[in-house]
């Protein structure tokens, strides 16, 4: 067997993490996938050519650099219930303010608080697509992602086709308090899903600071805040349209991912 570590720079996030893990699941000769996303490092356990494994992460339009090969065999996970259950409350947690920053976004007229919330549904369904693929059999986990990308690249396109509308009309200003604490809470639900899926990892229940900040759903948040403050600042619409309009974007993004895993 052979070790081959690769460095993913893009590799930000605990969803994409699990997007590096789908990824490389299709592959028959991959035993085992090791994930350190505090360095951004991945070593695959496999039987093949190393240039297969790098091919398959370059898809993934993260980044990919192959640091080297090593005989040997990954340790197995110390503890992978414990780890089943900390993506369980990952998808719990996102699901939930899924259902929630939508509501309150449509309510407070927020289009950033209404892209905030389909960005936590994709995480959900990454968590869920994570759960799903366990003990089923290719075909079926690359029906259920594609489902999954497809439906995201949808609901990211119609709510860009609602930021051009309101941008060509006259749309009012969102509630920004609405906008702060909804957020706020996000954030820390954020906060909560990293330090969960972190601990099963590393053993250690503390987060490099270093690390909570560069998460992009942890970014997504204080995009949406910020927008929030500038919007009471000018009492224009406009920044919460931007802030939407980014993440919209982030979320095709995403989208893009998902359906590239599938091919």
Known sequence: MTISRFVIPGMDCAAEEQLVEMALSDIDAVKRVAVDLDQRLVAVDHNTSPTIIGDALRRLDLG?????DHDGILEPAADQPAE???LVFALIVNAAFFVGELAVGLWSRSMGLVADALDMGADASIYALSLAAVGTSRARKNRLARTSGYLQLGLAIIGLVEVVRRFVGTDEPPQTVSMIVVSLLALVGNVAVLAALQRVRSGEAHLQASWIFTANDIKVNLLVIIAAVVVAATDSAIPDLIAGTIIFLVVAN??????TITR
């Open 64 to 68: 990919s650099e192959h640091l080297g």
């Open 84 to 86: 089943r259950a900390a």
């Open 254 to 259: 995403g989208a893009r991912r998902i359906l």
